[in-house]
């Protein structure tokens, strides 16, 4: 028999756990660096951009286009790492909790 208020209680305590580490993803940085770190960007864990600092040298070239697919690059691999570690946060917010189904991915939870 489905024991319905221990279950309820776990589905109170996991809400609880990803509010909670929904709330720390502004807190989490991932830096990407482009072009053998002459362009880098910091994004949070809410897929935020914080800062994109370019090498001085690159702004004195007349070559645009370089410049802005640098710029995409750095701040594409800051959004994958920040990623990776939303869901990281996220397993060991519910770890215990939920058992382990697979397939059951809760990041989507954590935007």
């Known amino acids: 028999m489905i024991d319905m208020f221990n279950m309820m209680g776990k589905v109170k305590e996991m809400q609880a756990r990803l509010k909670e580490a929904q709330d720390k993803l502004v807190h989490l940085t991932a830096t990407g660096e482009s072009g053998g770190g002459m362009v880098k960007a910091v994004v949070n864990g809410k897929k935020q951009v914080l800062s994109v600092d370019v090498d001085p040298s690159l702004l ?34 519910t770890e215990g909790i939920l058992p382990n189904i697979p397939g059951l991915d809760l990041s989507s939870f954590m935007r």
């Not at 370089?66 to 994958?80: C, G, M, R, S, T």
């Not at 790492?81 to 990281?88: P, Q």
């Open 60 to 93: 004195k070239s007349d070559d645009k286009g370089i410049l802005q697919d640098l710029i995409v690059a750095a701040v594409n691999k800051a959004l994958e790492e920040a990623e990776n570690l939303a869901k990281e946060e996220l397993r060991k917010s």
